[in-house]
């Protein structure tokens, strides 16, 4: 049996050098760009940051310090810089704030694998250890919680306006948070008690006065006029309210074409049909006893027209039209009622009923409310008001951020300080675990440690304090066990944060550092870009 030979090629070292080089690289490549867009919303964190003005193409200008409208708003191009841009919409969509913070966190992990990368510790290793820290730093966090009843009304307004106080609209925090409170607590299902749908809470924005004048309103807010153009009614009481979704207009042919008429007699036929034809709509809605009538947009063709709202002036119904397609599905919740497709399906029973329908001035503008629905869903809308469209878009989404901080307090009831006080902690009692793992993950953890340092570092840096000098006491007053000590950037100096009524949702916390940790793990995995063209 012959042998067969297999010639061994002699694998130089310069050859495998070249080949970990080029991975090497696009870590690297990849940690700097992502670094680099954490470091631009950095000065935005705490009640001190700084606010960015943000250009768009279209000539659109947005002031705002929220992490996720400014990530969001970014042109990124470097793929690795992209997942740090979806980590922030993650944080948004599962807690709602904390967008800047996770960010932050992350760039400050990436900064610390660089370290430990070139140390020649494994990607791996440190993979698996920074997945291991987050762990313990989630039951560490779950430690320190305090537990908060939805009854215990202070509490969810003191979390609230901790939310606020980072934001444009900060001064009017005393006036927005009782309200996003309410608003969440009224819209709080009995069967499902730890679920909140924000989609029953719509936020209705109108020019003119100042945030000051922003309410919650019981019932329904339309930011347009009532139709009056046949001198229709614009005020109802006791009103009966149907939500149509058909046209009451002459129909259209299936197809697109053209008739001509000639003759006069046919003419007059044509238009003698079109009347009746609205006529009969109408009094089958009469014979209901509707008296205001939403009309959905439509598209194929005019929802009313002149004619028809002429007949249903005289019928002495409220019309208000051009209603959008996705504000139904509220309207009909709210007023209890059922959307009606088609004349024939009209009856009594599908009506929404209200105490009072009136078009109201606002501003430079009218608005219409309904009060008093009896028999109201569990919905409820905030009526935003501002000087300017700037302030006004920016006051919707700091409502925004406080409607979600209170929705992760109901979903798991504990609360945490503020200030920097949690990460110091986990910090510190990180470092310590640390000391006691064998090997490599020891290193990594500590490093993770280290990484956490950055929030209260960068909190009394935006804030225009010494942050070494703060940051080392507060290690100092945390190791001899005031777990609650925190920076208070209004006083300057180190305080208990729980008593300054600073403290945040446990869950906007556990879910920044596990989704932080989470995203560098991914970059970190990540040797080669493959661009498919």
């Not at 939403?294 to 929802?303: F, G, H």
């Not at 804030?463 to 507060?474: H, R, S, W, Y």
């Amino acid at each position: 049996m012959a042998a067969i030979t297999v010639p061994q090629h002699r694998s130089s070292k310069t050859e495998s050098y070249v080949d970990n080089k080029r991975k090497e690289d696009i870590r690297h490549a990849n940690i700097v760009a992502a670094r680099a867009v954490a470091n631009a919303v950095r000065t935005s964190l705490g009640p001190k940051g700084m606010d960015k003005m943000i250009s768009t193409s279209s000539e659109e200008v947005i002031i705002t310090n929220d992490g996720a409208t400014i990530l969001n708003k970014m042109q990124v191009l470097q793929p690795a810089a992209k997942m740090l841009v979806e980590l922030s919409k993650s944080q948004d969509s599962a807690a709602g704030d904390g967008t800047t913070t996770v960010v932050v966190i992350a760039g400050a992990l990436l900064e610390q694998c660089l370290l430990l990368l070139s140390h020649g510790i494994h990607p791996t290793v440190v993979s698996d250890s920074l997945h291991k820290a987050a762990v313990k730093a989630v039951d560490v966090l779950t430690a320190m919680a305090v537990p908060v009843e939805l009854s215990d009304r202070d509490s969810l307004v003191k979390s609230a306006s901790t939310s606020l106080n980072s934001k444009v609209v900060s001064q009017y925090s005393t006036l927005l948070a009782p309200l996003a409170v309410d608003a969440v607590l009224s819209v709080v299902d009995n069967a499902k008690p730890d679920m909140v749908d924000l989609r029953d809470v719509k936020i209705v924005k109108k020019l003119g006065g100042t945030v000051d004048d922003t309410e919650l309103v019981k019932g329904l807010v339309f930011d347009k006029k009532v139709s009056h153009a046949a001198g229709g009614p614009t005020r109802m009481e006791n009103a009966k309210i149907a939500v149509i979704q058909f046209q009451i207009s002459p129909p259209k042919t299936d197809i697109e074409q053209s008739i001509v008429v000639s003759d006069y007699s046919q003419m007059d036929r044509i238009l003698k049909e079109e009347r009746s034809y609205i006529l009969g709509m109408i009094k089958k809605i009469k014979a209901t006893g509707c008296n205001v009538l939403l009309i959905q947009k439509s598209i194929l063709r005019d929802a009313v027209t002149d004619l028809s709202l002429h007949y249903l002036a005289k019928a002495k119904i409220l019309v208000i039209k051009d209603v959008e397609r996705d504000e139904i599905e509220f309207i009909t919740k709210t007023l209890n009622c059922l959307p009606i497709a088609n004349i024939e399906h009209f009856r009594a029973e599908k009506l929404g009923y209200a105490d009072l329908v009136e078009e109201v001035s606002l501003g430079d503008g009218k608005i219409v409310k309904i009060n008093g629905i009896k028999e109201m869903g569990k919905t409820t809308t905030v009526l935003v008001r501002g000087s300017n469209q700037l302030v006004l878009d920016e006051a919707e989404r700091s409502l925004h951020d406080a409607l979600c901080v209170v929705r992760c307090l109901v979903a798991k009831r504990f609360l945490i300080a503020g200030g920097g006080a949690p990460e110091i902690e986990l910090s510190r009692q990180l470092g310590a675990w640390a000391k006691v793992l064998h090997g490599m993950e020891g290193y990594c953890v500590r490093a993770f440690a280290e990484a956490l340092e950055v929030i209260p570092y960068t909190l009394a840096e935006n804030a225009g304090l010494n942050p070494i000098a703060i940051v080392t006491e507060l290690r100092n007053r945390h190791a001899q066990g005031e777990i609650n000590a925190g920076i208070n950037v209004r006083k300057g100096q180190i305080t208990n944060i729980l008593e300054e009524n600073v403290v945040q949702p446990l869950l906007v916390s556990t879910s920044a550092i596990t989704l932080a940790t989470e995203c560098v793990r991914m970059i970190l995995k990540i040797d080669d870009i493959v661009t498919v063209r």
